[in-house]
């Protein structure tokens, strides 16, 4: 278990760039797939911002950014690989795998490819990659891994303060 968080990474690193291959070799861009009618589509999208869109065409800062996380999440990985907490590896191993993954995008094509869509009602909501479903599902688990740990902790608190009775 020492080590699985790169192999997490790795794994969620292969998976988004195959999946990205495929979709931009078989589809243009704003071309639609229906998988379940209007609800998920994939549609390739080529973003050159942040999430959502956001702060369009700022590649170096985006990719300085994300070396300077990469770099903290590797270093946080190798300080707490040995403490037994696997839901915290493993989240951060989601988050690693996924930020590598639209690393390697904006480094060598200056814009992140995105395919799932998902539009519930009139609201669609924005375009994703399985890079980014890895960091979704990695901040939730570390979450999740924080509110266990503080429930843990309540559990072992002595009560009345730490004063026991006479």
Known sequence: ?????????????????ITKKIVS?????????????ELFNIQLYKNNGAAFSMLPNQRLF?????????IGIL??????????????????GLILGGAIGNLVDRALYGEVV????LTFGSYVFPIFNIA????????????????????????????NGGMQPD
């Open 114 to 117: 995105d395919f799932f869509k």
């Open 25 to 37: 070799s078989v589809m243009e861009v704003g071309e639609q797939i229906s998988v379940i009618g």
């Open 62 to 70: 985006f990719i300085v950014i994300t070396l300077a996380v990469v």
């Open 1 to 17: 278990m020492k080590y699985a968080s790169y192999w997490v990474a790795l794994i969620v690193l292969v998976v988004d760039q």
């Open 132 to 159: 980014d479903i890895g960091i979704t599902i990695g901040v939730l688990l570390i979450l999740l891994e924080t509110i266990l740990d503080v429930r843990n902790q309540e559990s072992k608190a002595p009560r």
């Open 75 to 92: 270093w946080y990985i190798r300080k707490n690989r040995s403490s037994g907490r696997v839901l915290l590896m493993v989240a951060l």
